[in-house]
């Protein structure tokens, strides 16, 4: 029993920042990587940050540099501060976290995604 829940998306206008925020709660024993992901319309979802529980990062090209993911292991939340967005941008913005539950190995929980639209 593990749920991530989402919030930040919006509208805004090219140039602006959004900060994307993801907590994880339930029966959580530990939490390996977290990232984010995200699926524009009528386009695959892709990579776009994710960070380890010791804090390492990686970022899709297209972010490096405007992005930055960051996380709070004691509130289990995972964070996506975007920066200088670009209407490509635009897409589903969903949360991933390689949970593991108590005497289980790590296994992969989403979100239902938060969306987040720029505007030019």
């Known amino acids: 029993q593990v749920q991530l829940v989402e919030s930040g998306g919006g509208l805004v206008q090219a140039g602006g920042s959004l900060r994307l925020s993801c907590a994880a709660s339930g029966s959580i024993f530990s939490i390996n990587a977290m990232g984010w992901y995200r699926q524009a319309p009528g386009k695959q979802r892709v990579l776009v940050a994710d960070?380890?529980?010791?804090?390492?990062?990686k970022y899709a090209d297209s972010v490096k540099g405007r992005f930055t993911i960051s996380r709070d292991n004691a509130k289990n939340t995972v964070y996506l501060q975007m920066d200088s967005l670009k209407p490509e941008d635009t897409a589903v913005y969903s949360c991933k976290a390689d949970v593991q539950r108590y005497s289980n190995t790590f296994r992969p929980y989403w979100g239902k995604g938060t969306l987040v639209t720029v505007s030019s």
């Open positions: 960070i380890t529980s010791g804090g390492t990062t």
